[in-house]
């Protein structure tokens, strides 16, 4: 096959990602059953745990959706109007790719925190998490989105809209189905980045548990006070969650994409 990079490549590719992917993962799965099956299910299953992979799943999910609303909006803004400072802020929206997540937290905690000059306070509640991990998050649907839409045919939507339909009916039924694998995309991506986030919340988040204390931050705590196992457990239970959400993003872009070659 022209191009192939040949078994000595392949060799490679897998020796690397084994050294930086594989083995930590293996490692870390190894370690949460030190105590056996039933050392790691009371791990996972210790209210404390489930209550913050709870509040960790609930945010994670509320992020997704406004990131799937907002991330379409800001992303069909940049592709079909024009309006001056639009090169910068198409450069803002990877920002938070660059960004520490610790400054973000710091930023979000300096305008809705206690001494907020906005009189907004987000500290130590739920919505704070929501705009943090938006904050984070915000790029993925952006930049899923993004591509498509610029390769959109925009003749179909000029014919729908000389038969009569009007813009929302456009956008319903010609535009929305187009765009549908990539809102999911990467709305799924946000989610799976969300699930994991410690940076943007450890300020802003306070930390409460039961309340607003997630995954990330509960891990931290039993590494904290000596308890490994617990830490480990937990981050499988993330790995796991995080895991399924990409296996199900790829089935669908399978599925789409054997669509879209059996109607050429």
Do not use: C
Request: no cysteine; net charge negative; proline share 6%.
């Amino acid at each position: 096959m022209t191009g192939s990079v040949g078994p000595l490549g392949i060799a490679t590719a897998v020796l690397w990602l084994s050294l930086i992917v594989l083995l930590p993962l293996a490692a870390l799965t190894f370690h949460s059953f030190d105590e056996g099956w039933s050392g790691f299910w009371d791990a996972v299953t210790a209210p404390a745990a489930l209550d913050a992979l709870r509040v960790t799943v609930l945010v994670s999910v509320v992020v997704a959706l406004v990131n799937v609303v907002m991330g379409t909006l800001v992303a069909w803004v940049l592709v079909r109007d024009e309006f001056p400072g639009k090169g910068i802020v198409n450069a803002l929206i990877d920002l938070p790719f660059a960004l520490p997540t610790i400054v973000a937290s710091i930023v979000l905690l300096s305008l809705y925190g206690p001494e907020s000059p906005v009189g907004v306070h987000f500290n130590a509640t739920q919505p704070g998490l929501v705009v943090a991990l938006t904050f984070v998050t915000l790029p993925f649907v952006v930049r899923s989105v993004q591509p498509v839409l610029i390769e959109t045919d925009k003749e179909v939507e000029q014919a729908a809209a000389s038969l009569g339909a009007d813009n929302l009916t456009t956008f319903r039924k010609i535009v929305l189905p187009t765009l549908a694998p990539a809102i999911i995309s990467g709305g799924g991506l946000a989610f799976a980045r969300a699930i994991g986030e410690y940076g943007s919340v450890v300020l802003i988040g306070g930390n409460i548990p039961r309340h607003t204390q997630v995954a990330s931050q509960y891990i931290q705590q039993q590494i904290e006070v000596d308890r490994p196992m617990n830490a480990a457990a937990v981050s499988v239970a993330l790995l796991v969650i995080s895991f399924a959400t990409l296996l199900v993003l790829r089935v669908v872009a399978d599925r789409t994409a054997r669509k879209e070659q059996s109607t050429r």
